[in-house]
């Protein structure tokens, strides 16, 4: 193949990749706002400017775009979430960024959580598969470093599963919640100061929790 036929397949792809990236960005709104069972494929079409058929032909089905959208959101958080697997790291601080990390995904993609909670809220049908080949090696991987920090002395004895539990309840609430958390407040938005006021909140809850007498 010679240099021109590259450059075509070049910005094929690349013309492809934009137009699915569009695609998915409609969808993650529009199933954050309906649900799965609730979000017509028409509708996020039309959303997103193109035909039912000419969006089917990049995604055939809406389990596929929704499958997609669930993928997306799941490299984006466990690429965030490497912060927690770090042995040598100090536990305050590395659970400290673990934090950060989670709340600014929360922060900068609460459309995208809450896709994820109304899967796992409605028992994960689709994407449990995923999350136990992606998600629980992880968690345990987590839990391991715990354990070790435990057995080390370098942090109280704690139950490191359902002291995870907690953080992604605390953090992601921030995304899922949001509506709740305005009308409490009294705002159309969470501001940074309240995402400030949040992550040191969790975090002088998490290191004193772990905090050794």
């Known amino acids: 193949m010679d240099s021109a036929d590259n450059s075509k397949v070049t910005k094929r792809h690349t013309g492809r990749d934009r137009v699915e990236a569009g695609i998915v ?3 993650v709104r529009i199933f954050a706002e309906c649900g799965y069972e609730g979000t017509a494929v028409a509708a996020i079409a039309e959303a997103a400017g193109l035909s039912k058929q000419n969006l089917m032909y990049y995604f055939p089905t809406k389990q596929a775009l929704y499958e ?3 993928d997306d959101v799941l490299d984006d958080w466990l690429a965030r979430m490497e ?3 770090d042995p040598a790291g100090e536990p305050a601080d590395v659970l400290r960024a ?3 990390a989670k709340l600014r995904f929360s922060r900068e993609q609460p459309a ?3 896709v994820y909670a109304m899967e796992m809220i409605g028992g994960a049908k689709i994407y449990s598969e995923q999350i136990k ?3 629980v090696p992880l968690l345990r991987r987590d839990i391991e470093i715990f354990e070790q920090w435990i057995a080390q002395g370098r942090i109280a004895a704690v139950d490191a599963t359902h002291l995870l ?4 309840a605390m953090t992601q609430s921030y995304a899922d919640f949001s509506a709740q958390m305005k009308l409490v407040l009294g705002q159309d938005e969470l501001t940074d ?3 400030e006021h949040a992550e040191q909140l969790i975090t002088t809850m998490v290191t004193r929790t772990i905090a050794v007498d």
């Open 25 to 27: 960005a409609t969808a």
């Open 68 to 70: 997609r959208v669930l």
């Open 83 to 85: 912060t927690l697997a």
């Open 98 to 100: 673990y934090v950060h």
């Open 112 to 114: 995208a959580s809450r």
């Open 133 to 135: 080949r992606r998600v």
């Open 165 to 168: 539990f907690a953080l992604w």
């Open 193 to 195: 100061a309240d995402f």
